[in-house]
């Protein structure tokens, strides 16, 4: 689904990526762990077409998305990539359903089949009778789980999930652990989790150690 070869980035005189090689299966959940600094973030972003690397390929579903630039990274990044984020960056404005849908609306995808996917994923989601309601009539763990079904709107090959849970609770985070595990199951998602949490990490099927800029050992 994902590989990586040699990714390096250095911002000013820090190298931060020191050649990193990566690969990920269809279906699977891979947690990278390791202290602050090691450069798990930014890997993460770079991944994802977030950051772009200084050197290396990446590769998702043998497309060199390296390659992509501007207008048309932005567009196959919204079609084939989903993003969780510590923060929910929900639009405040806007209801669970309508920050659900937002993706959906940008790739081009018709207004009612958009609604009807965002409902049943928010349903899945234990959400149905939340669908109307803003992002500050939710609790924090609604919020993550409106942020979760919006990052599956578009069907994506990929969730990059950085930190998930660290604005959670531990009852939250268990739960958010168990949804990425549901996801999995039911359809076949795949998921590359950056992450401090040692018990969802345990929940992945492969975990990452990095140090220093490197994957150290699996």
């Known amino acids: 689904m994902l ?28 947690s990278i762990i390791g202290s602050s600094g090691a450069g798990k973030s930014t890997l993460l972003h770079i991944l994802g077409t977030l950051d772009t690397a200084d050197e290396g390929e990446i590769y998702l579903e043998n497309e060199p998305v390296y390659q992509l630039k501007g207008k048309k990274m932005a567009a196959y990044r919204n079609k084939h990539m989903g993003f969780v984020f510590q923060f929910h960056h929900l639009l405040p404005e806007f209801t669970a359903l309508e920050n659900v849908c937002i993706p959906g609306w940008i790739a081009g995808t018709r207004r009612k089949e958009v609604e009807k996917r965002a409902s049943y994923l928010l349903e899945t989601l234990g959400l149905g009778p939340r669908l109307h309601n803003k992002p500050q009539a939710l609790s924090g763990g609604e919020q993550q789980r409106v942020a979760v079904a919006r990052s599956l709107i578009n069907n994506p090959a990929i969730i990059f999930a950085d930190e998930p849970t660290g604005n959670l609770d531990s009852v939250n985070a268990k739960e958010l652990h ?22 969802l990490a345990g929940m992945s099927d492969r975990v990452l150690h990095m140090r220093d800029g490197l994957i150290v050992s699996e």
């Open 178 to 199: 168990h949804l990425f595990v549901q996801l999995r199951n039911e359809f076949n998602q795949t998921f590359l989790i950056v992450t401090h949490n040692e018990e």
């Open 3 to 30: 590989r990586a070869t040699n990714i390096k980035k250095r911002y000013d005189q820090l190298q931060v990526l020191k050649g990193v090689d990566l690969m990920v299966n269809r279906g699977e959940i891979v």
